[in-house]
């Protein structure tokens, strides 16, 4: 391209220097089925016009076909659908392999400000990582042939394995990423078996190459000795540079077979807008408004086809009508039921209230609504003579808990007290009136105040998890004492490679659930990590414990301890209360007991004014009066004022400090 300007003879003028001052840019611009790659001049002092733009290549991308209003889904058969999973532990470049599977197939335009595209929740982006599993559809080309490929993005922590569990059973194939730098980790083998066990396609991806201590030979040997899959087959990549993500692609394409399941899923004809639909769950039928594909938003099509995955808006009018795994089919041709995932199971519960019952109304439409997107969380209702109306719900974990109470607080602007987290107890009964009662023998107990006294029970029985420990050697004697200070019983420990070990033990799910995690990761300075799996229940002699202020039992605060443990335990939160209850113009006597005996106290002293400033000498007498007039109007106070316990308290005082 040539510009033909105009100059002063010689030296150019100050004015004519900055007229003629352009620069020139390399941008990239998009068409309905072509991307442009561009030279933009514009003038330095114009930010936004282009003055001259020359198009030097031009790109067809197969995947913009999505751009147009509706998709021909009929073009993709069956044999050319490819649905699979991205797993992995916490922060191995999931999220960050998906946001270069969707530039790379034209999905999302290529920009440096694709972060975690499919992590759409702002928990999700304030913490960096990814809580709900989110799906998206890819158009690829290979060898002449598009292919329709479904990725879903999951969820790496312990809490969220239920997300990743669900996953799986909606593909025929994983990606499973491990870090070139730290290897394979707790999450990785826990969701190794996952996909194993659904005899799934697994394709070893070896992430972050690119870091400087990457030691991609070193984890292949790993994942040789772990897995049994040979090292041939791994993928070495960096999906922050985009290096061999391409390959990924071609071996999903290649690898992987045919697939039918998913996000709304249809295993038999097709599904347009207009057709009657009923749910086999409810039996209530409803018309298709819309439905389509996700890209990863919504983008509509007029039909979706056999094997296909998408979206569908069918004017359900409550949000309890729309329940994950359930069937749906076409009025006219009754079927039975597909079978439904595996249900979650609550590992802890905890209770939330309202931090006001006038809000209670508007909290419980939230808690429906996140309830439906999160479908592992059980509700029950439950009440509080302190704390009023609220639930009981149970989470798969501590970090679900929290996750939930921040989108309570940011998606609806919910104001909550949640209270101690605590595990599911079972209780045999020995009386036959309480067995009438219940309607069995075996109850299961979620709420400690509600534990029933052992004169009635025959046996307790708490859960078991069996936890696995992948850490460097070097820490190996101090997780070992900190395993066994939480009653756990090793199992297996096997060296995985020449300098870490792999390691099994069997715990009591109470003695891990609040801190343990951040524990393991203090003692082995963030290099050790932790899964666990339900590994039913075991006998144990198990007391409840309460927490009483001034005398007068927290029921929130009501906790279940192991009968050895019970003084130190007690001890403890007593210090912890101490420390996190404010002090007030009158004393606080905080208590722990064991039925009616007090096991430990500590006292939290109150305000006090200085009575005797104005007694500038005069008899002794005087300020005794003022002094006993004083003691008497606290001992008043203390029987008719409130103390009011701060709602982090709830989970802080439950956190030991083990040494």
């Avoid at 439906?372 to 798969?396: E, H, I, K, P």
């Avoid at 029933?452 to 025959?458: A, C, E, F, T």
Wanted: proline share 4%; net charge positive.
């Amino acid at each position: 391209m040539q510009l033909s300007l105009i100059k002063h003879q010689g030296c150019a003028t100050p004015f004519l220097r900055h007229l003629l001052d352009f620069r020139v840019y390399q941008t990239r611009q998009r068409s309905q089925c072509c991307k442009i790659a561009c030279t933009v001049i514009r003038h330095r002092w114009m930010k936004r016009v282009p003055v001259f733009c020359t198009h030097n290549t031009t790109n067809k991308m197969i995947s913009t076909q999505a751009d147009k209003e509706n998709i021909d889904m009929s073009k993709f058969p069956v044999e050319r659908i490819r649905n699979f999973s991205i797993i992995a532990h916490i922060d191995h470049g999931k999220s960050t392999l998906a946001d270069r599977l969707l530039e790379l197939t034209g999905a999302i335009a290529t920009t440096d400000k694709n972060k975690q595209v499919l992590d759409k929740l702002q928990v999700e982006r304030e913490r960096g990582i990814t809580v709900k599993a989110q799906t998206a559809s890819l158009f690829y080309k290979y060898q002449g042939q598009t292919y329709l490929l479904n990725l879903i993005d999951t969820p790496g922590h312990v809490d969220f394995s239920y997300e990743v569990s669900r996953s799986i059973s909606a593909c025929q194939g994983v990606l499973l990423i491990v870090d070139a730098n730290q290897g394979i980790q707790a999450q990785t083998v826990a969701n190794f078996y996952l996909a194993f066990e659904a005899q799934l396609t697994i394709i070893p991806v070896i992430n972050k190459i690119d870091l400087k201590n990457a030691d991609p030979e070193r984890v292949e040997k790993q994942i040789e000795k772990v897995f049994d899959i040979p090292s041939e087959e791994c993928i070495r990549i960096s999906a922050k540079l985009g290096t061999n993500v391409e390959q990924v692609l071609q071996e999903v394409v290649k690898r992987l077979p045919p697939g039918v399941v998913a996000n709304i899923a249809l295993f038999g004809g097709y599904l347009s807008k207009g057709d009657r639909i009923i749910s086999a769950y409810l039996g209530k039928s409803y018309e298709v408004n819309e439905l389509g594909l996700l890209r990863p938003d919504e983008h509509p099509t007029d039909r979706l086809y056999a094997g296909q995955v998408g979206y569908v808006i069918a004017g359900m009018k409550e949000v309890k009508e729309a329940q994950i795994g359930d069937t749906l089919y076409h009025q006219k041709h009754l079927v039975e039921a597909l079978p439904g995932f595996k249900p979650a199971k609550a590992m802890v519960f905890a209770g939330m209230y309202p931090m006001d019952q006038s809000d209670y109304s508007a909290l419980r439409s939230a808690v429906e609504k996140l309830t439906l997107n999160d479908s592992s969380v059980t509700v029950q209702r439950d009440s509080s003579l302190a704390l009023g109306a609220g639930w009981r719900l149970g989470f798969l974990g501590l970090l679900h808990m929290e996750v939930f109470n921040q989108r309570l607080e940011q998606e609806y602007n919910a104001s909550v007290i949640v209270t101690a987290p605590t595990v599911p107890y079972k209780a045999i009964l020995s009386s036959a009136k309480l067995i009438k009662e219940h309607g069995k023998e075996e109850i299961t107990i979620v709420n400690p105040a509600q534990f029933p006294d052992r004169s009635v029970v025959k046996e307790y029985l708490e859960p078991m998890v069996m936890g696995t420990i992948i850490t460097p050697d070097d820490y190996i004697g101090k997780i070992m004492s900190i395993c066994l200070n939480r009653r756990a019983v090793q199992k297996n420990m096997v060296y995985i490679d020449d300098h870490r070990v792999m390691m099994k033990y069997l715990f009591p799910l109470n003695e891990i659930v609040v801190d343990f995690y951040d524990l393991l990761k203090s003692m082995s300075s963030g290099y050790a990590s932790f899964d666990y799996e339900d590994a039913g229940y075991q006998a144990a002699h198990v007391i409840k414990m309460d927490i009483l202020l001034n005398g007068k039992p927290v029921e929130e605060l009501t906790t279940i301890v192991h009968k050895d443990r019970a003084y130190s335990a007690g001890k403890a939160m007593c210090e912890r209360l101490q420390d996190a209850i404010p002090r007030q113009m009158f004393e606080i006597a905080v208590q722990a007991a064991i039925g009616s005996k007090v096991i430990a106290r500590e006292t939290i002293k109150a305000y006090k004014k200085n009575v005797l400033a104005k007694c500038y000498g005069g008899d002794v007498t005087r300020k005794m009066k003022l002094l006993k007039k004083q003691a008497e109007g606290k001992k008043k106070m203390r029987y008719i004022g409130t103390v009011q316990v701060p709602k982090d308290a709830f989970i802080n005082v439950l956190k030991r400090k083990d040494k």
